[in-house]
């Protein structure tokens, strides 16, 4: 652990210095925000020198921030430098072994794991190893990598999370359910914390249901719940979500999708009582994928999506007449595979005009939408990155909705370089104003919404 806490230390006494700019890369290339991740820690890059060993950090920093986005390969190339400049960085390697796990190189990633853990054996390079293995197939070795890692952080959910999900998977109720309790027995700090309870409660309702049994292998069945919320009674309305939803429900079909929900213009019980439908829906479906078109808005770090009727006369009353996307998570996680959450509700936000604010960071309202961070198979996608609006557009459907209909049905197109070509097409339709970001790490194994067509 003493050569990595130097290393940090030495990074940042090479990126501080007398301008602010300097400390300011410093900190952005530590980011979770991961955009501005690889342009600070690309700046550091380029005013350092081809062999200061002091870069390793800044590389592998930025590695790490392509492997978010799912780019494995610029990931692996940084993860390389990081390693050339400082053999001894077991960060870089662990990470370069996560890498090769998001090709399906499993062989190549435990050897990575393995010299991550050999260097200097910290608990999250044995949750990565076990994740590998796991994804490999050897469910024995990963249960005994996860619990290494409880055993030398017992306070972070995030291993409990991994080791609850290997022994649900082995249909080993009991243990699951042990490690779901222990997750709610934790205090909650971190926003992350929180949504990882909330998951957990949902996980736990679901397990211990009359007669539920844990499924040995995922059923192979697609289910969707598509929403578009146009007609809102106190804001005017807005013009495409109907034609989105509508296009995206009609793409879901023709790509096989064995049920899709298509709502419209849902209030907040209607909205509630699809949301538990399509959860039952879920449990059990080998993906599940819910789609909302409308006014979405972000509070206290939560991402809330808005029915029809809702007031918001206040900043109080967010949570009691939105619906959070963590209570959209936790039903996409209810699918055995995958499961997604596209959200194309980053439009500015009307009611904030009239909200009466309670002030204080408790309530804190931001623009655009929240970072999130889905754990587990869920990945999160935004039609505008946190922080930032989306466009309506001037056409049929906004501009997200229609780079993603001009790709979702195009044969093998795994899902992550799917997301990144929506993504370049709506920068270059709104001339870089607009930007969709995903959110979550992309599983080991390919996911087609169309698969390739056979040789």
Known sequence: ???????????????????????????????????????????????????????????????????????????????????????????????????????????????????????????????????????KGDRDQAVADFSKAVELDPK???????????????NDKARALADYQSILALPAVSKTDKQRQEITRQRIERLTQPGR???????????????????YSRVGPLPNPANDAGAVAGALRRLGFTEVMERHDLNREMMAKALKEFGDRAEGAEWAVVFF????????GETYIIPTDAELSRDTHVADEALSLTQVQAKVDAANKFGLVILDS?????????????????RAIGRGLAVVEPEGNVLVAYSAKHGTLALD???????????????????????????????????KKTEGQQEPFMYGSLSSELLYFKPPRPQ
Do not use: W
């Open 1 to 135: 652990m003493r050569r990595i806490i130097l290393g940090s230390v030495a990074f940042l006494m090479l990126t501080a210095g007398s301008m602010p700019s300097q400390a300011t890369d410093a900190e952005d290339c530590a980011s979770s925000n991961y955009d501005l991740r690889l342009s600070a820690c690309s700046r550091i890059i380029e005013k350092g020198s081809k062999d200061d060993k002091n870069l390793s950090e800044p590389y592998r920093r930025r590695g790490f921030a392509y492997q978010m986005k799912g780019e494995h390969d610029r990931a692996i190339t940084d993860f390389n430098e990081a390693i050339r400049l400082n053999p001894q960085n077991a960060r870089a390697y662990n990470n370069r072994g996560s890498s090769f796990r998001g090709k399906r190189e499993y062989d190549r990633a435990i050897s990575d794991h393995n010299e991550a853990i050999r260097l200097d054996p910290y608990a999250d390079a044995f949750n990565s190893r076990g994740i590998t293995f796991f994804a």
């Open 156 to 170: 972070n959910g995030k291993f409990l999370v991994s080791r609850g999900r290997a022994f649900e998977a082995m």
């Open 213 to 231: 049994t844990t499924a040995a292998a995922p059923l192979p069945q697609r289910v969707a719940l598509v929403i578009g919320n146009s007609n």
């Open 293 to 300: 078109a409308g006014h979405g808005m972000e509070m206290a």
């Open 346 to 362: 980053c439009r500015n936000n009307p009611f904030l005009k009239r909200m009466v604010r309670s002030g204080g960071a408790a």
């Open 393 to 427: 557009g001037t056409g049929k459907n906004s501009p997200f909705t229609e780079a993603l209909l001009g790709f979702i049905e195009e044969p093998g197109l795994e899902i992550g370089l799917l997301f990144r070509k929506v993504r370049d097409e709506v920068r």
